[in-house]
């Protein structure tokens, strides 16, 4: 028992540690790969320089591209899995880094409370549920270690220390705010350690200039006066929405809308507060600069390169801001004592923060388990149609029904699939699959086959053959189910009417075409394929007026 009473945070931690993978876990239950994973996949199948080099947006991807190769050829490409469990166990180095950070200053209770925080930052959902992120996390994770590492002050410390900047730079751009770190740390001791540590951000940052230049230099650039004279309001906005975020009183939604209605006014007052104990005791802790200087550069950066979609509230930046905010707070509490009481009242604050801030996770749940109903449809309907389907049929956001899978082309993605393995529904799954699913794969089906209508004036007068008459309103509906090549629909003169179109969608039309005039005749014609005996189209003609339908 005194044991555990000596080493209870540590054993909390290993508890909110367990308790933090379990969740996400269970949280990643039936999630498949989204968004900008699929650049990886489509866009970088090989093994060549640029494959591993090119950048990503503005960012450097080298091992977070190195780790989705190494994934795919051990497990393929058929489950998600193998890469959320590396970016759980990124999630949970990174928090006991924190802890080791926040412990070495005001003691491992507040330590705790940090490292706690940082793992149910549910606001930060984007990056606690989206593999992808691993590149922030892992820069972060090698950014907090090379501070540590600095701390020791010897040789072999700004060896280590510049092994993880490198290591922090390959994995994402968030990189080059820990060289603004360690560049500030070897100024600030040089009088006593001298200039030859410059090496230690001059290495990382050599090797970044290599890239920049070689790959680099086409990388996207957002860079604009507007954002530089904004910046300012950008940094208090990311500054407030993270401290809104840790104390779980975000109202930011899902989709990136609202403000930080509490974190704005709790920042000024936190402000106050290190005035107010600069007044009573001036000074503060040499270490605070190079994480303060980290801090600043990397929402600096960010503002810098803002375009619509990259709000400071943005959920992929909470995790950052988030851990900076703390780093940042125990260099300024640096040598504080905590009462009982106030770690107590800190252990509940902490407690109701994690309750609240599991909403907005799972929220992110839900939105991208819906993500992987449309993802899996789509690319099944691909796999449907492979004998037909143009290799340059793209899932543009108005078909796919969604803007996360533009990277996909039909024959890169059958090519890899082959080869790796299919995320998509089966026909079977995709028949039971939820309404979201099954309605958008009919419309990407209907491209990608494809479907095609091709209206014209003037109704047969051929009687007989192989037609079914639609009488009109009044008349039950009718639903008439289609076989491959063309159908003509004629609607007798009268109202405009409507054909509506299904397959996997029940319950209600997935295709419905613009108003027809009466009077004309539309042909509709479509390839067979794999399935389609199965499962077939089915056609409903919406009219005042009588219509035939007929095959030939």
């Known amino acids: ?17 367990l308790a933090s993978a379990a969740l996400l876990l269970a949280f990643f239950s039936g999630l498949t790969f989204f968004q900008d994973t699929w650049a990886f996949f489509m866009h970088r199948r090989g093994t060549s320089a640029s494959d591993f080099l090119n950048p990503h947006n503005e960012h450097i991807v080298l091992i977070p591209v190195a780790i989705e190769k190494v994934l795919i050829a051990l497990f393929g490409m058929s489950t998600a899995k193998p890469e959320q469990v590396v970016l759980i166990v990124s999630l949970l180095i990174t928090a006991v880094l924190l802890f080791v950070y926040v412990r070495r200053r005001i003691g491992e209770w507040p330590a705790l409370f940090a490292a706690v925080l940082l793992l149910f930052l549910g606001p930060a959902w984007q990056v606690l549920l989206w593999p992808f992120e691993v590149g922030f996390v892992g820069s972060a994770a090698a950014g907090i270690a090379m501070l540590l590492m600095l701390e020791r002050d010897d040789e072999r410390g700004d060896v280590y220390a510049c092994a993880l900047l490198t290591l922090s730079i390959a994995f994402n751009s968030l990189g080059i705010p820990f060289a603004v ?47 530089v004279l904004a910046s300012p309001l950008f940094v208090l906005n ?8 840790l104390l779980g009183l975000s109202t930011i939604t899902v989709e990136g809308a609202g403000q930080p209605d509490w974190g704005r006014p709790i920042l000024v007052a936190l402000i106050l507060l290190v005035i107010y104990k600069q007044v009573r005791k001036p000074g503060f802790s040499p270490r605070l600069w190079p994480v303060l200087g980290a801090a600043l550069t990397f929402w600096l950066l960010t503002a810098f390169n803002y375009i619509p979609g990259r709000e400071a509230v943005a959920s992929r930046y909470m995790h950052t801001a988030g851990l900076f905010v703390l780093l940042v707070a125990a260099d300024l509490l640096q040598g504080a004592r905590f009462s009982r009481r106030a770690l107590a009242i800190g252990g509940l604050v902490t407690l109701l923060a994690i309750a609240s801030n599991l ?19 789509d690319l099944a309907a691909i796999e449907i149609a492979r004998e037909t389907v143009d290799p340059y049929f793209a899932l543009a956001p108005d078909i796919a029904g969604t803007g996360s899978l533009i990277d996909i082309s039909a024959g890169t993605y059958l090519q890899a699939a082959a080869e790796d393995g299919s995320p998509a529904y089966s026909p079977s799954e995709l028949a039971v699959a939820p309404k979201t699913a099954r309605l958008r794969a009919d419309v990407v089906l209907a491209h990608a086959l494809p479907l095609t209508t ?24 009718a639903e008439l189910r289609l076989t491959p090549g063309v159908t003509r629909v004629e609607v007798e003169p009268g109202a405009p009417a409507v054909i509506h179109l299904r397959r996997f969608a029940t319950g209600e039309y997935s295709l419905n075409t613009d108003p027809i005039p009466g009077g004309t005749t539309t042909l509709i014609e479509f390839p067979p394929d794999r399935v389609e005996s199965r499962w077939p189209w089915y056609l409903q003609v919406e009219a005042d007026q009588p219509a035939r339908v007929c095959r030939r």
């Open 1 to 17: 028992m005194g044991w555990l009473r000596r080493n209870a945070a540590i054993v909390l931690l290993g508890v909110a540690l």
């Open 181 to 227: 770190a360690a560049a500030i740390d070897v100024l600030m001791k040089w009088r006593s350690r001298g200039l030859r540590r410059a090496y230690i951000p001059a290495i990382p940052l050599a090797l970044f200039a290599v890239w920049y230049l070689g790959w680099g230099h086409a990388a996207q650039n957002n860079l604009s006066l507007h954002n």
């Open 238 to 245: 990311g500054i407030a929405a993270s401290v809104d975020s």
């Open 359 to 377: 909403i907005p996770l799972r929220d992110g749940r839900d939105y991208l388990r819906v993500q992987t109903q449309i993802t899996r449809g």
């Open 454 to 477: 091709d209206t014209r004036a003037g109704i047969s007068a051929v009687a007989g053959g192989d037609c079914v008459r639609f009488p009109g309103a009044g008349a039950p509906a």
